[in-house]
């Protein structure tokens, strides 16, 4: 996972690559090591190589994958569908969370899917 740090919130970024299900981009958040379920179910993003931009939407990851007992319309994990994305690509990765009245930006920059893959087939 490629973590990045903003406001006391920390944003992990990892690729599950998948030839069969399709690639996809999934964010934890998590605050002083815990996870921590943002008042969201859904964030904006995009994906830049080079100058190519795509836009992309991270869902919340489904209820088998989050933590027990996440309040309904919370989420601290989620799932982008990236299938163009290729597992040696260097990428941008840039998104947004809700933090209080603020929004707080996140970056990941460097972000190869294969390096920081949690799964792979």
């Given at each position: 996972?490629?973590?990045?740090?903003?406001?006391?919130?920390?944003?992990?970024?990892?690729?599950?690559?998948?030839?069969?299900?399709?690639?996809?981009?999934?964010?934890?958040?998590?605050?002083e090591?815990?996870?921590?379920?943002?008042?969201?179910?859904?964030?904006?993003?995009?994906?830049?190589?080079?100058?190519?931009?795509?836009?992309?939407?991270f869902?919340?990851?489904?209820?088998?994958?989050?933590?027990?007992?996440?309040?309904?319309?919370?989420?601290s994990?989620?799932?982008?569908?990236?299938?163009?994305?290729?597992?040696?690509?260097?990428?941008?990765?840039?998104?947004?969370?809700?933090?209080?009245?603020?929004?707080?930006?996140?970056?990941?920059?460097?972000?190869?899917?294969?390096?920081?893959?949690?799964?792979?087939?």
């Amino acid at each position: 996972m490629m973590r990045v740090r903003e406001g006391g919130i920390e944003a992990a970024l990892t690729a599950h690559l998948s030839r069969k299900d399709g690639n996809e981009l999934d964010i934890f958040l998590t605050r002083e090591g815990a996870p921590l379920a943002a008042g969201v179910t859904e964030l904006r993003g995009t994906v830049r190589n080079g100058e190519a931009r795509r836009e992309i939407t991270f869902a919340c990851a489904p209820a088998d994958e989050r933590p027990r007992g996440e309040a309904d319309g919370t989420c601290s994990h989620f799932v982008a569908k990236v299938p163009w994305l290729g597992p040696d690509d260097t990428v941008r990765v840039e998104s947004e969370v809700p933090a209080g009245d603020a929004r707080l930006a996140l970056a990941w920059v460097g972000f190869v899917p294969r390096r920081f893959a949690h799964h792979q087939d």
